[in-house]
């Protein structure tokens, strides 16, 4: 008797049209350099909400040196989609922002919390263009800022000019949805990426900017461990 194949070429298509055709890249992040994190920041006595002293966040390693707060992003993706927008948030607790970094489509909508029963004010900047500089008195306090904060790509940088020097915060905004923030192991992963080579790019405030070539596999994880010096 003669028998079909047409069920086993049905399996095998429902199998290649469920294959995932994307590909990740994931890794750790480590400070292979000499500096040292700073020594805490003294904070003035009449800031009681502040507490006595903060930590800088600038340079945040776990006892593997394992790096802290680095964007990770991957560049030269032929037509990149665009992500949706997101919502962001920057929140004043104890006298810091928080999170100190964080990475967002463009668009996103960011909200503004004082947590403090003090005065603090959000000043952002890109480059030396002041994107908002807005006064916090209240405790609880929420405000929205203008949509033109995160409309761009690029690093919107924030600083409290109420006598807070110490306070800092960075936003990170892409026209693609190809980017990480590493945690606090260094940790990174970047998913749905289309096979292909392109170029790996690690950002860090106090670091600078550092590339890795990097090969993408459809269906396979591959793996970038970068040491920053």
């Avoid at 289309?194 to 670091?207: D, F, M, R, S």
Wanted: proline content about 9%; overall charge positive; some cysteine.
């Amino acid at each position: 008797m003669r028998k079909s194949f047409f069920p086993i070429f049905l399996v095998c298509a429902a199998r290649l049209a469920s294959a995932d055709p994307s590909g990740s890249v994931e890794g750790t992040i480590k400070y292979a350099g000499a500096r040292k994190p700073a020594a805490a920041i003294a904070v003035p006595k009449p800031m009681s909400a502040c507490g006595k002293s903060k930590a800088p966040p600038d340079l945040v390693l776990d006892a593997d040196r394992a790096l802290a707060n680095a964007v990770v992003s991957v560049g030269g993706v032929a037509n990149a989609p665009k992500p949706p927008p997101a919502a962001a948030k920057i929140d004043q607790k104890s006298c810091v922002y928080l999170p100190h970094v964080q990475a967002v489509p463009a668009g996103s909508k960011l909200t503004l919390i004082n947590n403090d029963p003090l005065l603090h004010n959000v000043h952002a900047r890109r480059g030396d263009l002041t994107l908002v500089n807005l006064a916090m008195p209240v405790q609880g306090q929420k405000l929205d800022a203008p949509s033109s904060v995160l409309a761009k790509p690029g690093v919107a940088s924030f600083r409290c000019d109420a006598g807070h020097t110490w306070m800092s915060a960075y936003i990170h905004v892409f026209d693609h949805p190809y980017f990480a923030v590493t945690d606090e192991k260094g940790r990174f992963k970047i998913d749905g990426l289309p096979p292909g080579t392109y170029t790996l790019k690690i950002e860090h405030e106090l670091l600078g900017s550092s590339t890795k070539s990097i090969t993408i596999t459809a269906g396979t994880a591959t793996t970038a461990d970068v040491e920053l010096e």
